[in-house]
């Protein structure tokens, strides 16, 4: 574990991405036996929301906050589901390599509050965001669908982007956080409007 916190505000409800969600049940099937990794998964909501547009699917979420994972599996006792799991991670460091379908990481690699600084340290660096994309990269099979959404870097700058085509883009947010560059600097003016990525064969 990088033992590196990105978000600093828990915020989190059911559905908040109806359409990047609907997006990956046309791309991968409704009723198709996936494999779904939640990452920064808060107290489970984006998982429940996830079992609605994925019935048949094997759901694992992961977050970073001990307390979180103590609500989700809470949550999961009440209506049991075999597969779904719930496990305190800040990293995909410890999944297999190529084992999911897609890769949800919604408004969790950023960092509220800089908004007028020069700079996005000693917060948060390019560096770490970097070896958690490509964690999350290396864990996708071949053809496999990363939903990125309202980071503070961009993907098209990490090292993992090579192996990777966009998919799907929305328009930026009114409310999306500052991007900061490799340099861990600002970009002025810089918005985002990619969200979904496929994974490329090598």
Request: charged share 25%.
């Amino acid at each position: 574990m990088s033992g590196v916190l990105f978000q600093n505000r828990s915020t989190t409800a059911l559905n908040r991405y109806p359409l990047i969600f609907s997006y990956v049940q046309r791309a991968l099937g409704r009723a198709t036996p996936v494999r779904i990794l939640s990452f920064g998964c808060a107290t489970g909501e984006e998982v429940v929301t996830l079992r609605n547009y994925f019935p048949a699917a094997t759901i694992k979420g992961i977050d970073l906050g001990p307390s979180n994972i103590a609500a989700c599996r809470e949550r999961l006792a009440r209506t049991p589901d075999p597969h779904v799991t719930f496990e305190v991670a800040d990293s995909a460091c410890a999944e297999p390599a190529g084992w999911y379908d897609v890769v949800f990481c919604l408004a969790v690699l950023r960092r509220s509050g800089l908004e007028g600084r020069p700079t996005c340290l000693p917060d948060i660096s390019f560096d770490a965001f970097d070896r958690c994309v490509g964690e999350l990269a290396r864990s996708l099979r071949v053809g496999g669908l990363l939903a990125l959404r309202h980071a503070s870097f961009c993907f098209a700058d990490s090292a993992a982007a090579k192996d990777f085509e966009v998919v799907l883009t929305r328009p930026a947010a009114t409310r999306e956080p500052v991007l900061f560059g490799p340099d861990n600097r600002r970009l002025a003016g810089a918005r985002e409007d990619a969200v979904v990525f496929r994974k490329l064969p090598s």
